[in-house]
């Protein structure tokens, strides 16, 4: 804290002259969206459709403070992502572009638009279409839900594969820089936060280095890397609203949002994330297990992991979870007004890494995890079939 970041603040009617001069939109409804580090609107258009504006300020904290160029690269390179998963039939934002021979217009979906921001007064405009769907936070994970997640995990990677990433790409948030949080151990020991973990101060650090330390042991350069979504949370998933609380058969998508964590490091760390949270809020730590195993199960439908990755997963899962509920103790330190709000986020991680410390220590370990990273026998003809995975996946049912 104390640190003044560079943030946009802009109204809804410079939103509106914005998108009518810059991408030929005409808005009917602008309506502000909660964000983080920058500024994002929900809009209705005359033409009947409903966009997601987002405005980005150049230096933000979220994109680790980079400079105009490199803030301009990295929306950029959120945009082609976008329209890669889109090419490979992931349901997903798509960017729309900004008008041709436009002065302003420093990239094909990104209009630069100059407003003091508490930085270098540079911020950047983007428009996507709004994607409609309940977060996968709020539906029951049905077992078929779960795999199709994997899926969906493993097919936006293969589309991202080709995408080659600015060398510096850094974000304070991935996993990769897990082992930073133990900084923060100190406000493990706050009183604002004790009463959010399920176990005494020194338990929780001695858990949380425990899992920190193996991680730092990882063999990560035998590992195959790639550019990745890298934050695809149970509040990053969309799935069909209509078909939520029915059966899973008549799922009509899963859709991914929020590419602003987007960076270049270990496959295996995608998946990793998506198991620390989709994993959360379950009875039971056998329960918590069978989840992992049901969106590994989609995952390798389509892509096998290889056995340096099958053995660092359930480390990496428990790296995230650490690195999750450390910063979230330290955030309650530097914010206790927000404590509420971030200790119901913190507390089901605990009790996942609590209960996934259990499984490490019982006789089977994580086996049964692992056992499900080897592709089922009809894996060939899934792999190939392409297009939505729920067909797959039926198949994938049958089988099992």
Known sequence: GGVDMAKPGFVP?????????????????????????????????????????????????????????????????????????????????????????????????????????GGDGV?????????????????????????????????????????????????AWALENAPAVRQHFEALSSPLVESVAPMPVDEQRAMSEYWLAQFEALDTAA?????????????????DDEAAGESPQSLAYIGVIDFGDMVHTCRVFDLAIALAYVCQNKPSRGAALEAACQVLFGYSSIIELSSVERKALPVCVAARLVQSVVS???????????????????????????????????????TALQARAHPPPSAVTLGASGGSSLVGENELRKTA
């Not at 810059?22 to 609107?41: E, K, M």
């Not at 729309?96 to 638009?113: N, Q």
């Not at 330290?330 to 509420?340: F, G, K, L, Q, S």
């Open 328 to 366: 979230s103790a330290h955030a309650i330190t530097v914010e206790p007004e927000n404590r509420e709000y971030l200790a119901v986020n913190a507390a089901p991680g605990w009790a996942l890494l609590s209960q996934w410390t259990d499984i490490e220590k019982s006789q089977e370990g994580f």
């Open 13 to 117: 009617s410079e939103v509106r002259e914005i998108l009518e001069s810059h991408f030929d939109l005409h808005v009917l409804h602008v309506q502000g969206l909660p964000s983080y580090d920058d500024q994002n609107w929900r809009v209705e258009a005359r033409d009947g459709r409903v966009y997601v504006v987002k405005a980005a300020a150049s230096g933000a904290d979220c994109r680790g403070l980079a400079d105009a160029s490199t803030t301009l690269e990295q929306l950029e390179l959120e945009a082609q992502a976008m329209q890669l998963l889109q090419e490979a039939g992931v349901t997903c934002p798509v960017p729309i572009p900004a008008l041709r021979g436009d002065c302003r217009s420093s990239g094909a979906h990104t209009v630069r638009v100059d407003k003091e921001n």
């Open 223 to 239: 590992m195959s890397r790639q550019v990745l979504h890298s934050d695809v949370n149970d509040y990053n998933v969309l799935v």
């Open 123 to 171: 911020n950047f405009f983007r428009v996507v279409s709004f994607l409609p769907g309940v977060v996968l936070a709020k539906v029951p994970h049905s077992p078929a839900l779960l795999q199709d997640l994997g899926a969906v995990i493993a097919q936006a990677q293969n589309a991202m594969a080709s995408l080659e990433a600015p060398a510096h790409l850094q974000r």
